[in-house]
């Protein structure tokens, strides 16, 4: 079955880096359009990013971009999300997922299947 496994996170100051990273197992990767979310304490999940089968297309929350940097490496079945300039609205349990949905770009977390169980980031002021 999907698996998806994320690490990476932590406690950070504002303005540091972050890599997030998401081991996938259990079916073809490369095969499936995969994306980061995140859900604050008392809020609901959002988009932050997704990225196309190949790596070619990406989408970004209109607050991540410029900042974060979604990537994957299909040999290696990962999944990364590279965070710069962090702001303690960042903080947040960040989620890698996976579909098979030609909307991957929309944002909508109801279009992915596959999730991971979560890591937390917590940037502090």
């Known amino acids: 079955q999907v698996q998806l496994v994320e690490s990476g996170g932590g406690l950070v100051q504002a303005g540091g880096s972050l890599k997030l990273s998401c081991a996938a197992s259990g079916y073809i990767f490369r095969n499936y359009p995969a994306g980061w979310f995140r859900q604050a304490l008392g809020k609901e999940r959002e988009f932050v990013a997704a990225?196309?089968?190949?790596?070619?297309?990406?989408a970004y929350l209109d607050s991540a971009k410029g900042r974060f940097i979604i990537s994957r490496d299909n040999a290696k079945k990962m999944l990364y999300l590279q965070m710069n300039n962090l702001k303690p609205e960042d903080t947040a349990v960040y989620f890698c997922a996976a579909t098979t949905s030609v909307a991957w770009g929309r944002g909508r977390d109801s279009d992915y299947p596959y999730w991971g169980q979560g890591t937390q980031v917590t940037v502090s002021s």
């Open positions: 990225i196309s089968r190949d790596g070619g297309g990406t």
